[in-house]
């Protein structure tokens, strides 16, 4: 949902798409930082991080991704301990 409007930009900005238009994008990326800013406003976070949330986000679901892959293939660790592999129940 955040990605598309940046992309958009990077395309405009590359003149790869010069009929599109330019100021929904910049509207919804100014309403992202604003949405990104208020929750870093209310626990007295520096707000230049707020900046840095889309990039937060993909190292967090890639971490997730990473670890889900370490448990389904048996090699996660904990500790310096082999965690033994989770056993799927579908229902």
């Known amino acids: 949902m955040f990605w598309q ?3 958009l930009l990077a395309v405009l900005v590359s003149r ?3 009929s599109a238009p330019l100021v929904e994008p910049v509207v919804c990326i100014g309403l992202s930082l604003l949405l990104w800013l208020i929750p ?3 626990m007295w976070v520096h707000p230049g ?3 840095l949330y889309p990039l937060t986000i ?12 370490l448990s389904l293939s048996g090699r ?3 500790k310096g301990h082999t965690l033994d592999r989770p056993k799927w129940k579908w229902l």
């Open 5 to 7: 409007p940046l992309i």
């Open 16 to 18: 790869q798409a010069p």
């Open 40 to 42: 870093y406003l209310e």
């Open 49 to 51: 991080l707020g900046l």
């Open 58 to 69: 993909l190292v967090n679901e890639l971490a997730a991704f990473w670890s889900l892959l």
């Open 76 to 78: 996660l660790t904990w």
